[in-house]
C-alpha cells in the first residue's frame, strides 16, 4: 500500500507529465515546479499557500506561532505564493503580521482580494471598496502587493476599475478576478474576453474538471 507520500509523489509525476515534460524533469531533480505568468513571463510555484480554511481557524485564534511555522515551511520548501482575502477572517491581517516579523515580505508572492459586494453582488460602494484595499495595504506593509482579484465576480465595473487604477499607478502588480462557481462561469468568460486579466481564479479539482473546457482554452488565448 502506497504512503501518503509516495502517492503525493506519484500525483505530481503524472500530473507535471500530462501537462509539460519540462515540469516532470523538474520533479525527478527535485526542483520547485514553476509555472510563467503568461502576461510578465515570471515564474511562480504551482502550488501555493491558502488561508481560507484552517489557516483561517489559526489567524482567527491568534495563533501567530502556528502560522509562522507554516509561512517557513512554505518558504523552506521553495514556495512562494500565498492567497488571502478580507474576507478570510483574520487570515489577511496575521499573515501580514507574521510575514513583516519574518522579514519576508521580498520572498512572498502576496495574493488579496476586494469584494464589499458580497457574494457575486452588485452596487459595490466604491468608497467602501477603497478602504478595503487601503486595509490591505496596511496590512501588507508595503507597496506594490503582487496581486488583487475581485472576489467571486462582484461588481466588476467598480471593484475591477479600482484594480485597473491601483495596476496603472503602480501599486499592485498584477490584477485579475475569482469564481470557484460553476454557474458563474458565462459571467466569467465575458470578463476573460472582455478585460485586461492578469489571473484568474477558479475552482479546478478532480470533483469539477470543467474548466479545462469552458475557461482554460480562453486564457490560453488572452495570456491570462
Known amino acids: 500500500m502506497l504512503s501518503r507520500r509516495e502517492y503525493m509523489g506519484l500525483s505530481a509525476s503524472l500530473a507535471a ?17 514553476k509555472h510563467a505568468i503568461p502576461s510578465t513571463g515570471e515564474e511562480l510555484p504551482i502550488v501555493g499557500l491558502g488561508s481560507s480554511a484552517s489557516f483561517r481557524e489559526l489567524a482567527d485564534n491568534g495563533d501567530s506561532d502556528a502560522i509562522r511555522e507554516v509561512f517557513q515551511a512554505l518558504l523552506d520548501s521553495g514556495g512562494t505564493v500565498f492567497d488571502t482575502a478580507p474576507g478570510y477572517g483574520s487570515s489577511e491581517a496575521v499573515a501580514g503580521q507574521v510575514v513583516n516579523a519574518m522579514n519576508a515580505r521580498d520572498r512572498v508572492f502576496w ?22 484595499v487601503e486595509n490591505s495595504f496596511e496590512y501588507y506593509g508595503a507597496e506594490p502587493i503582487d496581486l488583487i482579484q475581485v472576489h467571486n465576480i462582484a461588481d466588476m465595473p467598480t471593484q475591477f476599475g479600482i484594480l485597473k487604477e491601483l495596476k496603472a499607478a503602480g501599486r499592485v502588480r498584477y ?7 460553476e454557474r458563474q462561469y458565462a459571467a466569467l468568460e465575458q470578463h476573460m474576453r472582455n478585460e485586461p486579466l492578469d489571473f484568474v ?20 488565448d488572452r495570456g491570462i
Open 111 to 132: 495574493a488579496t482580494k476586494l469584494n464589499v459586494a458580497g457574494f457575486g453582488g452588485g452596487g459595490a460602494d466604491p468608497d467602501a471598496a477603497w478602504a478595503q
Open 175 to 181: 490584477i485579475g478576478t475569482t469564481s470557484t462557481f
Open 17 to 33: 507529465l500530462a501537462l509539460k515534460p519540462s515540469w516532470l524533469k523538474a520533479q525527478q531533480s527535485g526542483a520547485v515546479i
Open 201 to 220: 481564479g477558479i475552482d479546478y479539482a478532480v470533483d469539477n474538471t470543467n474548466a479545462e473546457e469552458r475557461l482554460f482554452p480562453i486564457a490560453e
